[in-house]
């Protein structure tokens, strides 16, 4: 069983070592009490789109927007 047990912590630092060579990460936070993530994760599920996936969206077509009127 411990080599079940390394093996997964094998696993698991080879894609903690690939997520933090590959990706960037951005914290967001709300209140509790502002309601924003369930705005935010039921129009994401209205449109079929995770979370992460509108708020990409989201900031993309508002640089659009903004570079535009520039």
């Known amino acids: 069983m ?6 997964k912590e ?5 894609v903690s070592k690939y ?11 709300f209140t509790k009490e502002s309601n924003d993530k ?7 599920k209205n449109n079929n789109e995770t979370i992460a ?4 969206r989201a900031i993309k077509e ?3 927007n903004d570079n535009k009127k520039s």
């Open 2 to 7: 411990a080599s079940h047990t390394s093996s």
């Open 10 to 14: 094998a696993r698991n630092r080879a």
């Open 19 to 29: 997520v933090k060579e590959n990706y960037d990460t951005v914290l967001l936070r």
């Open 38 to 44: 369930q705005l935010i994760a039921e129009h994401a």
């Open 53 to 56: 996936g509108f708020i990409k």
């Open 62 to 64: 508002t640089i659009e």
